[in-house]
């Protein structure tokens, strides 16, 4: 596994739930565009190379994390499975240590749909290094470089991976909250 292999997974759920919804008529999602599912369309999304989009889903398919989709012919990612995977074991395979004060992207529980659920007193809100960010803060090397661009056009993304740094820096009450907001997120269909 790679740290990317995490984010094209959350993608392809945010992408799953976007289509859903335009499906459902809530938005537009499913306007003549290229394919969002394809490789090409997640590296042109996602600031990773086609090729290694390929070879992170063939890894997330070998791992268990990700299915193919026999009708659709695409990789679909085991929601239950992925959840518990980060859970219980990012945070040990992929580490966040907060580095130096920085302009970026709030993440963890400074993001904005996560602040008001916790207040601390004292600490550093967290960011992801981010020339264009408004905010200052602790830098928190994201699990791919190109995280802080990904997600300035997907708010779904964006809410998955802040809660997964609250899991990978947070103590055990924040822990355990961020992971209740998870998996209320990824288990519903």
């Not at 459902?24 to 590296?43: C, I, K, M, T």
Request: hydrophobic share 40%; aromatic share 6%; net charge positive.
């Amino acid at each position: 596994m790679k740290s990317q292999d995490i984010v094209v997974l959350l993608k392809l759920v945010s992408l799953q739930e976007q289509e859903k919804m335009a499906r459902s008529g809530d938005n537009d999602w499913l306007s003549p565009r290229e394919e969002p599912f394809s490789a090409r369309g997640l590296a042109a999304s996602l600031g990773i190379s086609k090729s290694e989009v390929n070879a992170s889903i063939n890894r997330s398919i070998g791992s268990g994390l990700a299915i193919k989709d026999r009708e659709l012919g695409r990789a679909k990612p085991n929601r239950r499975d992925l959840s518990s995977f980060i859970i219980h074991g990012l945070k040990f395979v992929f580490p966040a240590k907060p580095g130096a004060m920085i302009r970026g992207i709030p993440t963890a529980f400074a993001a904005p749909m996560l602040k008001s659920l916790l207040m601390s007193v004292g600490d550093y809100q967290y960011v992801w290094p981010y020339a264009h960010g408004e905010d200052m803060g602790q830098s928190i090397e994201p699990l791919f470089k190109s995280v802080p661009e990904a997600v300035q056009s997907d708010e779904r993304l964006y809410e998955y991976l802040a809660l997964v740094d609250a899991i990978r820096l947070g103590k055990q009450r924040e822990t355990s909250l961020a992971a209740d907001q998870l998996s209320e997120r990824l288990l519903k269909r």
